[in-house]
């Protein structure tokens, strides 16, 4: 199984609400990440997990919390966001972390998010 | 920002004809990658090439790297309507723990 799942697929929510995005990989992978994509721009990082430890926040705002319950799954808890957090919101896994060896990342789908 | 930079932004061609893509990057590498992206979807990595390598191939793909430069090319030969997609290419981040991706070339491939 190589596949990295995302749910949901899209999520309209307004700015008082609260939600979680949910990420899963059984590749046995010790790293995952969130990436945010806007239109037309690459992928921006915003946090990785390496071994279930948090290892990068990138300076993401305290309304974006990430959780790593165990080695296959990778939560992002949403809360008080503002329209501008709209965005693809990419879950990735590597086998190690990525650094200086190989370091494919393995990407889901993403999440559409849409703030109104 | 280590973001690196991608030349053309944007490439339209035929089916059949061959699209080059280049990138610049920034930092002291051990690889580079580059991936795929198609509209709205999630990215697939398509190679990886080692700062010891300047040249590798994987099916249509063929990936150069000039570390002197610090610049990498992509070709894709006899292209079809399927490899319309984004493609970035992308190095690791000085932290070691993740991948900064370059800015992208939007790839269009017509019948």
């Known amino acids: 199984d190589t596949e990295v799942t995302q749910t949901p697929k899209h999520l309209v929510m307004g700015m008082t609400n609260k939600k979680s995005l949910k990420c899963e990989q059984h590749?046995?992978?010790?790293?995952m990440y969130w990436y945010k994509q806007k239109a037309k721009k690459p992928p921006e990082l915003m946090f990785v997990?390496?071994?279930?430890?948090?290892?990068i926040n990138e300076s993401v705002p305290s309304r974006f919390s990430p959780e790593c319950p165990n080695s296959s799954l990778l939560n992002l808890h949403l809360h008080a966001l503002q329209p501008e957090d709209s965005a693809l919101y990419l879950c990735?896994?590597?086998?190690?972390?990525?650094?200086?060896?190989?370091?494919?990342?393995?990407f889901g789908e993403g999440s559409r998010l849409t703030v109104l | 920002s280590q973001q690196g930079e991608e030349d053309p932004q944007a490439l339209s061609i035929q089916e059949g004809e061959n699209a080059t893509m280049n990138c610049s990057y920034k930092?002291?590498?051990?690889?580079l990658q580059w991936y795929r992206q198609n509209s709205g979807r999630g990215l697939v990595h398509l190679i990886l090439?080692?700062?010891?390598?300047r040249e590798k191939h994987s099916g249509r793909l063929r990936v150069t790297l000039d570390t002197s430069k610090k610049s990498s090319s992509l070709l894709i030969t006899a292209s079809r309507a399927a490899d319309t997609a984004s493609y970035f290419c992308?190095?690791?981040?000085?932290?070691?723990?993740?991948?900064?991706f370059g800015k992208g070339t939007s790839l269009l491939v017509t019948p």
């Open positions: 990735a896994s590597s086998q190690e972390g990525v650094g200086l060896g190989t370091g494919e990342l393995f």
């Open positions: 590749m046995g992978h010790r790293a």
């Open positions: 997990y390496s071994y279930e430890k948090l290892s």
């Open positions: 930092t002291s590498i051990n690889n």
């Open positions: 090439i080692r700062s010891n390598e």
């Open positions: 992308v190095e690791p981040a000085n932290s070691g723990y993740a991948l900064n």
